[in-house]
């Protein structure tokens, strides 16, 4: 296959084509479990192969895809045809940054294939939580396991030529319960990074069975408590939330492809200018943030990207300054040639594809916040004099330009006089994204730092689904509008 797939690309090179380059996926397979109150409702399972071709003709991109391998040269036909066709209409010719040619091979740290794993132990398994999630003032409880495995060849006419395995897991506890006046609360658990590797054994029981009690445990005290109060406080954080908070208002209004515009018609833009780069003060002197695409075990770490680019540990703010963004080979391109300077030097290594059949983009890798010098949660509630501790996303929604955010939270806890007072419910936060980030005030050291897992990331038309992750430490921010 792969000498017939080289055959192919020297061939449409032959024919004119600037670059051409392939993904051929020979399996995709995903296994779903979804136990709700204790009955298995969904236990699905996909299995699919087939091949993307990508060819740059005269400064326009052409794609085609297939699951029929039987017709090779049709395929990369396609391909071409399609960016002769645009290339009649192209008003910016498309660019690539440059890159090194790379043969090389990825292999997510998995020890425990959840493919070799039988159904009854995996549904064994979630019968266990279910037993133990079915507590007093508990409604509903559901247990969710997602796995995937795939592999990935990639060849280009540049000579890279690039094999990668990965294995996700994602996995997922919830409980549900009536509070006094007739509103539903939950409480969720969502396995993040646990050890070095993640394959079946990341679903550690006892692990999994001290998280089920605990979120029975705070639901519990959700139901029993009273409203958040409508004021001003200084929020804390925990990585259940503070993943969402860099997820929506660093990640994705970094995203180049969106600073430049193209992804407005659907998931918004972003306030964030080519000017801004080297100059605006996106947060305090606390926040340093990053593209990590080298962090070990997560699935926004994945060796290699769509363009063959391999993975990048990118600053994005360097201590509260906007120095990088999350970028490709060809955005990097454009944005310095609308720039008319040199704004990004190289491609970031961030554009992938969540299909064969569909084109990259700029995705998110694992946007980081590095751990600071404030000392454990206990310490941050210490020294903090009217605050409140926030944790689990419950809604979200955040501005089409990423100026300015609303979330609602699954549990609350009040700090007075650096002590933790009380549980309230229905708590949110609000604030305008570069404000809220200069007010951060204690950043948590290591200790406080978890990868949490993002399992479905939309973006782009048609809408891609994309994995990634999150590494955060407890962050405090001041003067906060909450309650409302
Ligand atoms: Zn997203």
Redesign the pocket.
Request: proline share 0%.
């Given at each position: 296959m792969q000498q017939s797939i080289k055959e192919q690309i020297d061939r449409i090179k032959a024919r004119g084509a600037m670059y051409v380059d392939t993904r051929y996926y020979p399996y995709e397979e995903s296994n779903q479990l979804f136990m709700l109150n204790g009955n298995l409702k969904d236990a699905s399972a996909s299995r699919s192969s087939g091949m993307g071709v990508r060819v740059l003709y005269k400064g326009a991109w052409g794609f085609s895809a297939s699951s029929d391998m039987s017709d090779l040269s049709g395929l990369f036909d396609r391909a071409f045809d399609n960016a002769r066709v645009a290339s009649e209409r192209v008003t910016f010719p498309i660019r690539l940054a440059e890159k090194d040619v790379v043969q090389a091979s990825f292999t997510s740290p998995s020890e425990l294939d959840p493919f070799e794993v039988p159904l009854s132990e995996k549904v064994g398994f979630l019968k266990e939580m279910d037993e133990k999630l079915n507590q007093k003032g508990v409604f509903l409880r559901v247990g969710m396991m997602n796995f995937v495995r795939k592999q990935i060849l990639f060849a280009d006419s540049e000579g890279s030529e690039i094999e990668k395995n990965l294995t996700e897991v994602f996995a997922e506890l919830q409980v549900s319960g009536q509070d006094s006046s007739g509103i539903m609360q939950e409480r969720k658990f969502r396995l993040a990074q646990h050890g070095p590797t993640r394959g079946w054994e990341s679903l550690d029981r006892p692990y999994f069975l001290q998280n089920a009690e605990r979120i029975v445990s705070e639901l519990q005290q959700v139901l029993a408590a009273d409203d958040c109060p409508k004021e001003d406080r200084s929020v804390i954080l925990l990585p259940g939330i503070m993943y969402l908070q860099t997820?929506?208002t660093i990640?994705?209004a970094l995203e180049l492809d969106r600073i430049l515009g193209y992804e407005l018609a659907f998931a918004g833009g972003s306030f964030v200018t080519l000017d801004d780069f080297g100059k605006l003060r996106y947060g305090s002197g606390k926040l340093t943030a990053r593209a990590d695409a080298t962090l070990v075990n997560s699935p926004g770490s994945f060796g290699y990207d769509d363009d063959g680019i391999p993975a990048q540990n990118v600053t994005l703010i360097d201590k509260g300054i906007l120095v990088g963004a999350i970028t490709g080979r060809q955005m990097v391109e454009e944005a310095n040639a609308r720039a008319r300077k040199q704004v990004f030097k190289g491609s970031g290594g961030a554009n992938r594809a969540t299909a064969f059949y569909r084109v990259p983009i700029e995705r998110?890798t694992n946007i980081n916040i590095d751990p600071g010098s404030d000392g454990s949660l206990e310490d941050i509630v210490a020294k903090t004099e009217k605050g409140i501790i926030l944790d689990g996303d419950r809604s979200w929604s955040i501005g089409s330009n990423r100026e300015q955010f609303h979330f609602g939270c699954e549990i609350a806890w009040l700090v007075d006089d650096g002590k933790v007072t009380k549980v309230v419910k229905n708590s949110t936060y609000k604030g305008a994204t570069l404000k809220f980030w200069n007010s951060l005030s204690a950043v948590g050291n290591k200790s406080t730092w978890q990868v949490r897992f993002?399992d479905n990331?939309?973006?782009g038309q048609p809408n891609q689904i994309m994995q990634l992750g999150h590494g955060v430490p407890v962050c405090r921010f001041d003067n906060v509008r909450i309650g409302e």
């Open positions: 997820h929506e990640g994705h998110m993002v990331c939309g973006k």
